[in-house]
């Protein structure tokens, strides 16, 4: 697990180095993995009508519910990897 931690960390840090802004999309998948990663399922409540980003970000998070944070890690890993590529 510690191993999956520094490599979790480093591909937070890697994510801002990458040659080309990702789509919407894809930007939306990294936070949610990030936040389930760092943080476990979504907590807070969900932003007011009117915070499209907001909203956006913590629905894409909710989705995420019941994903382990180790799994939420290595996918979060993977999807950087795959960017950086």
């Known amino acids: 697990m ?3 931690k520094t490599q979790f960390e480093q ?14 999309d894809t930007l ?5 993995l ?3 990663g760092s943080e ?3 907590s ?6 009117f915070d499209f980003v907001g909203t956006a970000k913590y629905e894409a998070w909710a989705k995420l519910k019941g994903t382990s944070q180790e799994d939420a890690m290595k996918k979060y890993v993977d999807l950087v990897k795959k960017l950086r590529a």
Do not use: C, I, M, W
């Open 2 to 4: 510690a191993d999956l």
């Open 11 to 24: 591909a937070a840090k890697d994510v801002h180095a990458l040659s080309e802004r990702p789509d919407n």
């Open 28 to 32: 939306l998948r990294l936070y949610a």
């Open 34 to 36: 990030y936040k389930q």
């Open 40 to 42: 476990g399922d979504v």
């Open 44 to 49: 807070g409540t969900k932003p007011g009508f």
